[in-house]
């Protein structure tokens, strides 16, 4: 499907699925603080999410670590928090890439390749999307590897250039929360709404939404097709108090908010009424950290109608 959150290879019985993406500048801030040992669980984040979307169990993750010059105890670091999350993810990390690129880069970068498989049969592309289906919302952390650069901007204007070395709050720096690891959700859905491979699904769904960048007016449409369709979430979870902070600290938008961060509310699943209390139930008993409630639903408007968690006024955005 065009527009969709992974490519598509046909098998025969199977689909192949593949997606890419990185950690972004957050691994700026794990190289201001020296920490490294959880930039593994954004890498996994960014593509096992993705692939879930379309409803694929990751089977494999390959990733290339390009940087100035190797550090050893760094890569150590990477790897190992790396194979921890892929363990937790049940994901086989059959090779990688690290390249030392001297003074053609000014820092890390790391980015992954998701291999996932899905039977054609439970491939989904939201084709089943239709006024009045509920949207359940999974509540993520921080801030995931989206939305960094704009993060880091307002704590340099307000901070300084050592910014990450102040203090925020309950004893922590601005740079401890804000390189927080993103919430992994591929597994939990599996296990909870759609089951792995071989399994029957569990809960018929209409579509699965990462809300990553473009925030929820970028990626709700992704799932819409050619569809004259639009949503209303009037519900969302809370934005973490460190973004409440950003967002103040930075006279930011809230709309721009909504653009670019989760906000609080980080994954959606689109589903019948019918089936909202069972899904609920069976994600929150799989990992109650995800707080799994209705946020909205699709309507007919041709909009994205949010009702912003930092004021209360309803913003609207074409889809």
């Known amino acids: 499907m065009e527009g969709g959150f992974s490519g598509a290879l046909d098998f025969g019985d ?4 593949q997606n890419d993406d990185g950690v972004g500048t957050k691994a700026e801030i794990a190289e201001r603080l020296g920490k490294f040992d959880t930039l593994g669980e954004d890498l996994v984040a960014m593509v096992a999410d993705d692939a879930v979307c379309v409803g694929a169990e990751v089977v494999s993750l ?3 670590i390009d940087v100035p010059a190797v550090d050893p105890k760094v890569i150590d670091a990477m790897t190992a928090g790396l194979a921890r999350a892929c363990a937790e993810q049940k ?15 000014n820092r890390m970068i790391w980015n992954a390749t998701a291999v996932g498989i899905v039977k054609k049969e439970k491939f989904i592309i939201g084709k089943n999307v239709r006024v ?13 590897s989206n939305g960094i650069s704009l993060a880091r901007k307002i704590c340099k204007v307000n901070f300084g250039k050592d910014w990450h070395n ?67 979430f009037d519900n969302l979870h809370e934005p973490h108090d460190a973004v409440r902070d950003l967002q103040k600290l930075g006279n930011v938008d809230e709309e721009e ?37 209705i946020v909205g ?13 930092f004021s209360g006024k309803t913003l609207t955005f074409n889809s």
């Open 257 to 293: 908010c909504y653009r670019t961060w989760h906000c609080g509310t980080a994954m959606l699943i689109f589903c019948e009424e019918k089936n909202v209390e069972d899904i609920c139930a069976m994600l929150n008993s799989t990992d109650s950290e995800i707080s799994a409630k």
């Open 297 to 309: 639903e699709v309507t007919e408007s041709e909009r994205i109608e949010v009702v912003s968690r």
């Open 132 to 144: 009045g289906q509920k949207i359940i919302g999974l509540k993520g952390r921080v801030l995931r």
């Open 91 to 105: 994901i086989v990390i059959p090779g990688g890439e690290v390249a030392e690129l001297g003074d053609a880069l």
């Open 14 to 17: 199977f689909l192949l699925v």
């Open 166 to 232: 102040k203090p925020w709050k309950n004893g922590k720096m601005w740079g401890e929360i804000l390189l927080t690891p993103s919430k992994i959700f591929h597994r939990t859905v599996l296990e909870a709404v759609l089951g792995d491979f071989e399994s029957e699904r569990k809960f018929d769904v209409s579509a699965v939404v990462h809300v990553t960048g473009g925030g929820l007016p970028g990626n709700v449409p992704r799932v819409f097709g050619d569809k004259k369709l639009g949503a209303k």
């Open 62 to 64: 390959t990733n290339t």
